[in-house]
């Protein structure tokens, strides 16, 4: 069973049409939530880490938050240059320090 | 900002061949890792390495895989028959303590015929 499910797959914004990406994880005592951005050929690139429940950290257009079974990352009128696969990793108590990633949100913004 | 880095950025090798994979982790960090991604898949957990030894590793780290950290700054990976499923990207990771953000490197992309 996967441990982190992303959606939607992929995602088509004009720019500027804010929306949200979705993460939802299913494994028990976590100990972080990251969020990576994937350019095509490349390595991800670390955006955020969350922690703990009610938690928010923002980034220029981006901003994060975490519940007790999910985080959205939300992007507010987002420009071409933010096209990319965002991924979420997840890390647990259960599984020490390997990192579980989600198959990730490929989104495109069209000028 | 120091990055990992990984050689070779691309290698071809045929089918039984042996390869090695470096890795240049960032300088400060103890935790080492290696992930694959193979084409249209999510990325893949291989082995994390500590104080010199496997701290774990997945089922796809099985006997055909080795890693070793020969001098204080290379982090290699060795696959010792390749075989075609083996195609993938190959990620280094680093971290200062095993909770921290993980780094990437920019990864190696590696094909077998």
């Known amino acids: 069973e996967d441990q982190v499910t992303q959606s939607p797959e992929a995602l088509r914004l004009q720019e500027g049409e804010s929306s949200s990406l979705n993460c939802s994880y299913t494994?028990?005592?976590?100990?972080?939530l990251f969020w990576y951005r994937q350019d095509p050929g490349k390595g991800p690139e670390f955006l955020f880490t969350?922690?703990?429940a009610g938690e928010e950290k923002e980034k220029e257009r981006l901003k994060a938050t975490l519940t007790k079974k999910e985080s959205f990352l939300h992007i507010t009128a987002p420009k071409p240059e933010d096209s990319a696969t965002y991924l979420c990793?997840?890390?647990?108590?259960?599984?020490?320090?390997?990192?579980?990633f989600g198959t990730g949100t490929s989104l495109t913004v069209i000028p | 900002e120091p990055e990992v880095t990984q050689t070779p950025s691309h290698q071809v090798t045929q089918m039984g061949q042996e390869v090695i994979l470096r890795c240049v982790p960032i300088?400060?960090?103890?935790?080492f890792y290696w992930y694959r991604q193979i084409l249209g898949q999510k990325v893949e957990f291989l082995v994390s390495?500590?104080?010199?030894?496997?701290?774990?590793k997945s089922e796809i780290f099985d006997d055909q895989f080795s890693v070793e950290r020969p001098d204080g700054s290379n982090f290699t990976l060795k696959i010792r028959s390749t075989k075609l499923e083996d195609s993938a990207m190959y990620f280094c990771?680093?971290?200062?303590?095993?909770?921290?953000?993980?780094?990437f490197g920019p990864g190696t992309r590696l094909l077998v015929l």
């Open positions: 494994v028990s005592g976590l100990r972080g």
């Open positions: 969350l922690y703990s």
């Open positions: 990771a680093s971290s200062e303590d095993g909770s921290n953000p993980v780094g």
């Open positions: 990793a997840v890390q647990a108590a259960d599984t020490g320090n390997q990192f579980y």
């Open positions: 390495f500590y104080n010199n030894e496997i701290s774990e």
């Open positions: 300088s400060n960090h103890l935790y």
